[in-house]
């Protein structure tokens, strides 16, 4: 099982999908589970990070993670998109804990920004800024801590996709990356 965790923009979901197409990894996403659960729609990552912080504060972030953990499937490669907390981390390592690998997806402000410029949550750099800078984002860095990879996304798309068939490859023949 692979974790992946990064800042907004950083291009987690990128990863998840392309761990998806590429090596068949069953794919899901923290994001997706809480608005399922609580949001009943995708109103917008903003919206989603007021619902995270709540889920949070009110102490119900293991039951965020039982729910992620529900929905894996336990035969195959999975990919979960959007640690946020280390939380997050502790239910997915001792879920899987010989088989689980944190990457966490680092990648520069202005690159971020321009991966997410006009989405609708994010229409001005400002406004990336102060989401960038929420709540529920402040313990991502911790999670750089824990990553079994740090992977750089400041070039292009297929270099950092060079970059995850490398962390891939080294985990699937148990070298460390």
Known sequence: MVGITGRTGAGKTSAGIYLSSRYGFQYLQYSQVLSDWLANDSQGKTRLQEIGWKVMEKGMQLDLNRRVIGQINPTADVAVDGLRHPIDYESLNDF????????FIDSPLENRWQRVKGDESFTTLGAFEAADHHAVEQQIEVLRTRATKVIRNEGSLQDFYVSLDDA?????VGRRI
């Open 96 to 103: 899987c804990a010989t088989s689980f690998h944190l990457l």
């Open 168 to 172: 891939i490859g080294r985990l699937r």
